[in-house]
């Protein structure tokens, strides 16, 4: 049994304009410097109050609470504006549904979005039905801390020598190495493929049709499709 975790913002949909316009939203709405665009991209994958701590650093906790509800009430806002997509990555679907069709493979996710956001991304989608484990922000620490792995392990009864990591963050991969799973980096996303090579990455893959032959190469299916 092979188990092959996904990040999700970065990883699978592109909602990096839809993040920095919210995060935008709500630091002004607390009358706060706004952060810029690199600096939100490099906190895409934490925690939602693990990122707003390090944009608003110094922030006391209960202003990170109300920044955090302000974004939450942008993100929601945003949703219904046809200008602000979140469309998943090129050949995103097709991946899934080449590694889904693998009688030996489980899908997972594992991401800083609420579970909320999840359901609305795997609604919108019609994607709900690939994956057997999701862990999310409301269930566990902020990467790079292990336990969303660990519990997405614990779901299927997966070894973490036949685990996968698939990740556009150095918290990706820094949490696969801490979980003791294969550490995959995606260049597409928001973190340089240079920075999930020192992260600790295996290999950084360039594309979906990539990856799903590397982990065809790194994790031979034992079954047939």
Same mark, same amino acid.
């Given at each position: ?154 779901? %299927?009864? +997966?070894?973490?020598?036949?685990? #996968?990591? $698939?990740?556009? !963050?150095? /918290?990706?991969?820094?949490? @696969? ?26 290999? %950084?893959? +360039?594309?979906?049709?990539?990856? #799903?032959? $590397?982990?065809? !190469?790194? /994790?031979?299916?034992?079954? @047939?499709?």
């Amino acid at each position: 049994m092979r188990l092959i975790i996904f990040d999700c913002d970065g990883t699978l949909v592109d909602s990096q304009h839809m993040i920095v316009e919210a995060m935008t939203r709500a630091f002004s709405a607390r009358s706060l410097s706004q952060p810029d665009r690199h600096a939100v991209l490099n906190v895409i994958g934490l925690s939602l109050d693990e990122a707003i701590g390090r944009l608003a650093d110094g922030a006391e906790a209960g202003d990170i609470r109300l920044l955090s509800q302000a974004y939450r009430a942008a993100f929601t806002e945003l949703r219904s504006d046809p200008m602000l997509a979140e469309p998943l990555f090129p050949g995103a679907l097709d991946g899934l549904r080449a590694l889904a069709r693998q009688s030996d493979v489980f899908l997972g996710i594992a991401t800083g979005k609420s579970r909320r956001g999840v359901k609305k991304f795997l609604e919108h989608f019609d994607l709900s039905s690939y994956f057997s484990t999701i862990q999310t922000a409301d269930d566990a620490p902020s990467k790079p801390h292990p336990a969303m792995i660990d519990q997405a392990m614990a779901d %299927v009864g +997966a070894e973490s020598a036949n685990t #996968v990591m $698939v990740g556009d !963050t150095s /918290y990706d991969m820094i949490m @696969a190495q801490q979980a003791s799973v294969c550490p995959i980096g995606v260049a597409w996303g928001y973190h340089p493929a240079s920075e999930l090579a020192r992260a600790g990455a295996r290999t %950084v893959v +360039a594309d979906f049709p990539g990856l #799903v032959d $590397v982990i065809g !190469t790194l /994790y031979p299916s034992r079954t @047939a499709a």
